[in-house]
């Protein structure tokens, strides 16, 4: 039987073992110096996860190099953008270094894009990707990385430097999750938060009301809240300048209006969120709010639908909805936009925590509802 380890209330089975990574890592060792053998690089690690890999292949160089490390707060960032911050940063000039820039894994690409960005703003001679994993059914990004130890599927695993909240990192193996007791946990403390995430018209609102009757939960969309308010209040009148353009309202505003919504209902066996969080600083008010109730996140189901798709389905619930936001390609262009930047690192913020499930969001009502069910089935058992 394979090894187990378990950390909190989690089991991870082993699944990449020691040699195995070994074998990999010199793999790579050796192709950066048949590929850089005239050069002298520079190895920017990106800390924490990436000291091991770094570590094992600079034990596998006969090459001149040097190496520096920079470090980033990403997930728990409180900026709505999705912004990193650098906790250490990177030198003032790169000028006519060749750089090769180390990952430990590539899941939503938000971290190295970011890393590369500030390298060539440094005007370095050429810059290369070592990655130790990378998930490409998460990372769809432009850049290519030059050197991928291994590929992996877009759950998540730990040893090898990859920790969970900040264990596991001195495991020799790789172990992925096999277990999903972070639902068992929230199951325990009795109420359901699940927050329904998608772009528009990924059908969260006709999902939210099957999963509400159902499951007999509350479901509060944000959007709702605000089309529902009296057209003549200051809210009222705020939201719609932002929602007409297709932009999110302000955070601060959002949050506020969340939170009274969930006080409405004291005795709720559980809450759908629909279109919220949004941001980065959304999902963490939201966790502040429901640990200060002695709750926290169920889980987050992302519906997954392509972009052409969701263009044709909000064009055609223009005609019934009276949205203006509907209506008006340029906005629709412009939801998918700020949908695609902004909320990016709100799927991350809960992957991060192992709360996050793909739903494939493309079929009828009843087979997108039945994937939901299927994902849901442990929580509310
Ligand atoms: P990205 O910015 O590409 O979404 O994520 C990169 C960072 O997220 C990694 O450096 C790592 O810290 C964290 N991360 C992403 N996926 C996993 C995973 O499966 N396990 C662990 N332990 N961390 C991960």
């Known amino acids: ?3 187990r380890v378990s950390y909190q209330e989690f089991t991870f089975e082993e699944y990449i073992n020691e040699q195995q990574i070994h074998d990999v890592v010199k793999n790579i060792a050796t192709q950066i110096e048949e590929d850089l053998k005239d050069e002298k690089p520079l190895f920017i690690g990106i800390l924490n996860g990436s000291f091991r890999f770094l570590n094992d292949l600079f034990s596998n160089f006969t090459m001149d190099c040097e190496v520096e490390f920079i470090k980033l707060k ?3 960032s409180t900026e709505s953008t999705g912004k990193i911050t650098e906790l ?4 003032d000039s790169l000028k006519g270094r060749t750089v090769v820039v180390v990952e430990d894994i590539i899941d939503t690409g938000l971290t190295i894009t970011n890393v590369i960005n500030d390298v060539l703003a440094l005007d370095p001679k050429e810059v290369k990707i070592a990655t130790m994993f990378l998930k490409p059914d998460i990372y769809k990004g432009a850049l290519v990385p030059d050197y991928v130890g291994m590929e992996v599927p877009p759950e998540f695993i730990i040893g090898y430097g990859l920790d ?3 264990l596991g990192r001195n495991l020799n193996s790789v172990y992925k999750k096999i277990d999903s007791v972070s639902l068992e946990h929230s199951k325990k403390k009795g109420m359901l938060n699940i927050v329904l995430f998608g772009p528009p018209g990924c059908g969260k609102g006709t999902q939210s009301a099957v999963l509400k009757d159902k499951y007999d939960l509350v479901h509060i969309s944000t959007g709702d809240v605000f089309r529902g308010l009296d057209p003549e209040s200051e809210l009222a009148k705020l939201a719609k300048s932002y929602a007409d353009k297709g932009n999110l309202v302000p955070d601060d505003i959002t949050i506020k209006i969340l939170q009274s919504e969930v006080k409405k209902h ?4 559980g809450v759908i969120y629909d279109g919220f969080p ?5 999902a963490e008010a939201l966790d502040v709010f429901l640990k200060s109730k002695g709750g926290s996140v169920t889980c987050m189901l992302e519906l997954e639908v392509e972009e052409e798709e969701l263009r044709s389905r909000l064009k055609g619930r223009a005609l019934d909805s009276g949205r203006p936001d509907d209506a008006d390609p340029a906005v629709i262009q412009n939801r998918i936009d700020v949908y695609n930047s902004q909320t990016a690192p709100v799927a991350a913020f809960y992957k991060e925590q192992t709360k996050h499930k793909s739903v494939n969001g493309v079929g009828s009502v009843e087979e997108v509802s039945e994937r939901l069910f ?3 089935e442990e929580v509310v058992a």
């Open 1 to 3: 039987m394979a090894k």
């Open 278 to 282: 949004r941001t980065s600083a959304q």
């Open 74 to 76: 990403s997930y728990e």
């Open 164 to 166: 969970i909240d900040g």
């Open 88 to 91: 250490i940063g990177l030198r």
């Open 374 to 376: 299927q994902n849901l």
């Open 266 to 269: 004291p005795n709720a066996k």
